[in-house]
């Protein structure tokens, strides 16, 4: 239920059985039932003792990411591993085959810029050691990338102030109906909502965060959605075709992150021989693959791309010098 816990700083003791596999499957684990990864070992979280409920925690704002591009997420809309699935990847993958839904967060001068929000949103900030974001922008509205939105209350009742939210005119819509209760004008009796600010954005470059933003027009099926442009990193996920007009932004990237859901082809995303196409005429020096699904288990397919293109995963991270 929404607002359920405000007021209290999530922690790996109250997540969920599922959530807390999730990262120490990608994290050894140390020792004692506090212990979250090596690195919150060697800095470790503050740990909100149960009878400081309902008052404001100590803040503890987590790594700083400035001049860091870092993914949260590389999944496709389901993750992987796929509930259910007995296949390889999903049975015996490793640590790289973990992949939550999709989404980066890049450190600008000013700030933790977010690039979507997904529904596994609370479990990447924890697993990441990010306790602050000053700012969210979205890619598009579809499910997988906007329905964690709500896990942005704590990061507000620490910073004190709404979440700035950039984006186009159908992701604001779906927020507002998704998340009606945020917008309602008698809020949910004892619980907390998600307070946002919303900033229209287009194609035209903006400026976010101390840093220049340049939107890129992608195509996703039948859906016109926006990848974004950050110095010479170009993040293109959920895509099915680069339109004619976006060809000259992608010009010079250093690293091109890219949209490669498996190897048969799919009517909204790349598969990988049309990502490698599209990889090949943009020049970039270096491509990571996401948005993946099972099909591509981490090792095997890294080990048949050609030279320059890879699997992004959970957790890696590039300098990136946005302007
Ligand atoms: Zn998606
Ligand atoms: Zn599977
Ligand atoms: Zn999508």
């Known amino acids: 239920m929404p607002g359920e816990r405000d007021g209290t700083l999530p922690t790996a003791l109250d997540g969920s059985i599922a959530e807390r596999i999730l990262y120490l499957r990608r994290r050894p684990v140390v020792a004692g039932p506090h212990s979250i990864s090596h690195r919150a070992m060697a800095s470790p979280p503050t740990v909100v003792d149960p009878a400081a409920r309902g008052s404001k925690p100590p803040w503890h704002p987590g790594r700083d990411l400035t001049g860091r591009l870092l993914f949260l997420g590389t999944g496709t809309s389901v993750g992987v591993p ?172 250093e690293v091109l992150v890219l949209d490669c859901l498996r190897h048969t082809t799919h009517p909204t995303h790349l598969s990988v021989s049309e990502a490698l196409a599209v990889a090949k005429r943009t020049g970039a020096k270096r491509t990571l693959l996401t948005h993946l699904s099972h099909d591509l288990p981490h090792e095997a397919t890294n080990a048949s791309l050609p030279a320059g293109v890879e699997l992004a995963y959970d957790g890696l991270e590039l300098a990136v010098a946005v302007g």
């Open 82 to 253: 796929l509930v259910g699935c007995g296949c390889e990847t999903c049975q015996k993958g490793g640590p790289r085959d973990v992949r939550t839904r999709t989404s980066i967060l890049v450190g600008m001068p000013d700030g933790h810029l977010l690039v979507d929000t997904t529904p596994d949103l609370r479990s990447q900030l924890l697993r990441e050691d990010i306790g602050r974001v000053e700012a969210v922008i979205y890619t598009h509205d579809h499910v997988d990338h906007v329905y964690g939105l709500d896990d942005v209350r704590p990061l507000c009742f620490h910073s004190g102030r709404p979440m700035p939210v950039y984006c186009e005119e159908p992701v604001e819509l779906r927020i507002r109906r998704a998340f009606d209760y945020a917008f309602s004008s008698k809020p949910p009796a004892g619980g907390g909502v998600p307070k946002l600010t919303f900033e229209r954005i287009g194609t035209k470059p903006l400026e976010i965060l101390g840093g220049r933003v340049v939107p890129l027009r992608l195509t996703h099926g039948p859906f016109d959605v926006l990848g974004f442009r950050f110095g010479d990193i170009a993040y293109c996920t959920d895509t099915s075709g680069i339109p004619e007009a976006t060809w000259p932004l992608l010009e010079g990237l």
